[in-house]
Protein backbone atom coordinates (compact mmCIF):
# COMPACT_ATOMS: atom_id res chain seq x y z
CA UNK A 1 0.00 0.00 0.00
CA UNK A 2 1.34 3.30 -1.03
CA UNK A 3 1.38 6.06 1.17
CA UNK A 4 -1.59 8.18 -0.58
CA UNK A 5 -3.66 5.46 -0.50
CA UNK A 6 -2.66 4.25 3.51
CA UNK A 7 -3.86 8.10 4.24
CA UNK A 8 -7.03 7.83 2.30
CA UNK A 9 -7.91 4.71 3.90
CA UNK A 10 -7.68 5.42 7.37
CA UNK A 11 -9.07 8.87 6.64
CA UNK A 12 -11.84 7.14 4.97
CA UNK A 13 -12.68 5.34 8.09
CA UNK A 14 -12.16 8.01 10.48
CA UNK A 15 -13.41 6.06 13.76
CA UNK A 16 -14.21 2.26 11.79
CA UNK A 17 -13.01 -0.30 13.99
CA UNK A 18 -14.26 -3.19 12.17
CA UNK A 19 -11.86 -5.23 9.78
CA UNK A 20 -7.94 -5.49 9.18
CA UNK A 21 -5.16 -2.88 8.77
CA UNK A 22 -2.27 -3.97 7.21
CA UNK A 23 1.30 -2.92 8.25
CA UNK A 24 1.93 -0.37 5.68
CA UNK A 25 -1.63 0.93 6.26
CA UNK A 26 -0.63 1.34 10.06
CA UNK A 27 3.03 2.41 9.89
CA UNK A 28 2.51 4.62 6.49
CA UNK A 29 -0.18 6.70 8.61
CA UNK A 30 2.11 6.45 12.10
CA UNK A 31 4.90 8.39 9.08
CA UNK A 32 2.09 11.17 8.32
CA UNK A 33 1.16 11.88 12.18
CA UNK A 34 4.35 12.35 12.78
CA UNK A 35 5.08 14.54 9.95
CA UNK A 36 1.58 16.71 10.75
CA UNK A 37 3.02 17.36 13.84
CA UNK A 38 6.80 18.30 12.66
CA UNK A 39 4.89 21.21 10.58
CA UNK A 40 2.56 22.24 13.26
CA UNK A 41 5.37 22.67 15.73
CA UNK A 42 6.92 24.38 13.07
CA UNK A 43 4.32 26.62 12.38
CA UNK A 44 2.89 26.72 16.46
CA UNK A 45 6.69 28.14 16.92
CA UNK A 46 6.92 30.33 13.95
CA UNK A 47 3.78 32.02 14.46
CA UNK A 48 4.15 32.60 18.11
CA UNK A 49 1.24 30.82 18.97
CA UNK A 50 2.42 28.17 22.00
CA UNK A 51 1.62 27.58 24.82
CA UNK A 52 3.22 29.64 27.76
CA UNK A 53 5.30 27.51 29.53
CA UNK A 54 4.78 24.59 26.75
CA UNK A 55 6.16 23.38 23.18
CA UNK A 56 2.77 22.88 22.17
CA UNK A 57 1.08 25.50 20.56
CA UNK A 58 -3.03 25.48 19.06
CA UNK A 59 -2.05 24.19 15.52
CA UNK A 60 -0.43 21.26 17.16
CA UNK A 61 -3.17 20.65 19.72
CA UNK A 62 -6.05 21.05 16.47
CA UNK A 63 -3.92 18.27 14.60
CA UNK A 64 -3.26 16.16 17.73
CA UNK A 65 -7.36 16.37 18.12
CA UNK A 66 -8.01 15.94 14.75
CA UNK A 67 -5.73 12.85 14.45
CA UNK A 68 -6.78 10.99 17.77
CA UNK A 69 -9.52 8.78 16.40
CA UNK A 70 -8.20 7.89 13.31
CA UNK A 71 -5.42 6.95 14.76
CA UNK A 72 -6.71 4.46 17.76
CA UNK A 73 -9.44 3.45 14.75
CA UNK A 74 -5.95 2.40 12.53
CA UNK A 75 -4.28 0.90 15.60
CA UNK A 76 -7.56 -1.04 16.74
CA UNK A 77 -7.73 -2.71 13.07
CA UNK A 78 -3.71 -3.48 12.72
CA UNK A 79 -4.14 -5.66 15.96
CA UNK A 80 -7.53 -7.23 14.89
CA UNK A 81 -4.71 -8.56 11.92
CA UNK A 82 -2.43 -10.27 14.60
CA UNK A 83 -5.89 -12.02 15.74
CA UNK A 84 -5.53 -9.72 18.85
CA UNK A 85 -8.54 -7.35 19.75
CA UNK A 86 -8.43 -3.84 20.05
CA UNK A 87 -8.57 -3.81 23.84
CA UNK A 88 -4.80 -4.88 24.04
CA UNK A 89 -4.47 -0.71 23.15
CA UNK A 90 -5.49 -0.76 27.20
CA UNK A 91 -1.80 -2.37 27.71
CA UNK A 92 -0.14 1.36 26.50
CA UNK A 93 -1.90 2.46 29.82
CA UNK A 94 1.66 -0.05 31.47
CA UNK A 95 4.25 2.35 31.58
CA UNK A 96 7.67 1.46 29.43
CA UNK A 97 6.75 -2.39 28.65
CA UNK A 98 3.17 -1.74 27.63
CA UNK A 99 4.54 0.69 24.46
CA UNK A 100 7.03 -2.32 23.99
CA UNK A 101 4.34 -4.77 23.38
CA UNK A 102 2.21 -3.29 21.27
CA UNK A 103 5.21 -1.88 19.14
CA UNK A 104 6.30 -5.72 18.60
CA UNK A 105 1.95 -6.35 18.08
CA UNK A 106 2.13 -3.74 15.03
CA UNK A 107 5.49 -4.72 13.84
CA UNK A 108 4.00 -8.65 13.70
CA UNK A 109 2.94 -10.25 10.32
CA UNK A 110 -0.99 -10.35 9.92
CA UNK A 111 -2.53 -13.85 10.28
CA UNK A 112 -2.70 -15.15 6.73
CA UNK A 113 -6.32 -15.69 4.85
CA UNK A 114 -9.09 -14.94 7.11
CA UNK A 115 -9.55 -14.17 10.99
CA UNK A 116 -12.53 -13.73 13.61
CA UNK A 117 -11.97 -10.00 12.51
CA UNK A 118 -12.06 -10.56 8.86
CA UNK A 119 -10.44 -11.58 5.12
CA UNK A 120 -6.99 -11.02 4.53
CA UNK A 121 -6.38 -7.12 3.89
CA UNK A 122 -3.60 -8.33 1.18
CA UNK A 123 -6.57 -9.56 -0.83
Known sequence: MSFGAAIKSVLSQYVGVSGRARRSEYWWF??????????????????????EGSSTGVIGLIASLVLLLPSLAVAVRRLHDTDRTGWWLLIALVPVVGAIVLIVFFVLEGTPGANRFGPSPKH
Do not use: R, W
Open 30 to 51: ALFTLLVSIVAAILDSSLGLTF
